[in-house]
């Protein structure tokens, strides 16, 4: 990645938070490397070098600051604009890929050979997937140091360290502490209660605007796998090694977090989600700056600055939802959705074990016990009578999952956008609509617009646009490449 020195030190200089994860400020008279935003003095510029990633400073020899926390920053928005292999790559060492499959795994699900993918994350980024899976790594050790009370020994292997001199080698190197000290740097402050407990905060770029984001997944909420309450989202999560559940209170500055997993492993892929759920890693300024010079939409992009686009935690769940959702209302899919969860609780061995059945009223009430949505096999091993909708609708739910179980279709956001739209246009019972929705929040494409989609063409009224699907995909190429943003804009203006 190449960076411009003068416009990064400017932004060094202004102390511009917005930077924040674009690129990490080296300093080599200190030996540290820091967010651009970094509240300390403005260093030199002779003692300055600038690199694309954390794992790129920590391969120069540089550690964190102390101070502003640059391994706590949040993601470079690029991973959600580009769509390229580095782009993807990022995105599925964030979820864990390199943790769980190692780097042949990862070039494996890129379809470049290991050689191949060393060499272009390493001019990208300038580090290898090893070395930026290892930046993750002491990340997500810091966090399990500060935030529980686990042993070290546990901490070091829930983080996926392959040893535990591993780990403190590691943490030596990266924070120039040894482990049991950053527990002390903690202080008196309390480990999370609960087993699996794990408290922390999200950073993000303001402006947020949460309280669209709350109210897009509170209207959209199934009992039993999520809820709003209180300005907190509830969900309970399937991870790649057990179940966990989080609550995610957005504030002014970061989204608090509280997770519980069954193995602490899933620390990393669960934060991935999170963020991508909400939408944190965006750059909301350029995204607004870009709507806002049409005039059509400047009104609303300056009453509600920081729209941010929901995405998922879960693409084969985003799947089911979108085609249940075809052709009805948010309130009828959500009630048909209700009615498939229910039936598969009902078939639960735990559930016929102890008898209890399951109400969407009880359910709404206990947000502490709150589970994953079902995934693929579990649908296939429903009987007709669990669905409760026509059955060319129901053949296509169980295409889709035979076609995720068979691995023709993979709903994971490190995947080729168009390879994978293209593959859902091919299974029957999905259409443009859905393979475009789903692009949009499962595979985390900036840049789709709905135009077929009635809620989006009443917005579009409503604003004095277009609103037949011809003329608004031609109006809307100013909107490039944020449509997706200018998606949401339109469904709020509906």
Known sequence: MEMDFERCYRAVDSRDQRFDGWFYTGVTSTGIYCRPSCPAITPKRHNVRFFPSAAAAQGAGLRACRRCRPDAAPGSPLWDVRADVVGRAMRLIADGVVDRDGVPGLASRLGYTERHLHRMLSAEMGAGP???????????????????????????????????????????EVYASAPSDLRTARGRQQAPAGAGTIALRLAYRPPLHARALLDFLAVRALPGVEAVHDGTYHRGLRLPHGTGQVALTPTDGHVAATLRLADLRDLA??????????????????????????????????????????????????AVRAIIGQQVSVTSARTTLNRLLT?????????????????????????????????????????????????????ALRGLARAVSDGTVDLAPGVDREDAVRRLLALPGIGPWTANYLAMRAYGDPDVLLSSDLAVRRGAAALGLPDTPPTLDRYAERWRPWRSYATIRLWRAA
């Open 269 to 318: 892929p669960a934060v991935a989600r999170c963020r991508r759920l909400l939408d944190l890693d965006a750059d909301p300024v350029a995204i607004d700056a870009t709507l806002a010079a049409d005039p059509a939409l400047a009104p609303a992009i300056a009453a509600e600055p920081g729209i941010r686009v929901p995405r998922a935690v879960d693409g084969f769940e985003q």
């Open 130 to 172: 090893l070395a930026l899976a290892r930046a993750q790594r002491a990340q997500t050790a810091r966090i399990l140091i500060e935030t529980t009370d686990l042993a070290m020994a546990e901490i070091a292997f829930a983080a996926g360290f392959g040893s535990v001199r591993q780990f403190n080698d590691t943490l030596r």
């Open 343 to 395: 039936a598969h609780a009902r078939v639960d061995h735990e559930v016929v074990a102890t008898g209890t059945g399951v109400s969407e009223q009880q359910l709404h009430d206990q947000p502490g016990e709150l589970r994953g949505f079902l995934g693929a096999e579990e649908l296939l091993g429903l009987p007709d009578s669990a669905f409760g909708m026509p059955v060319g609708r129901r053949e």
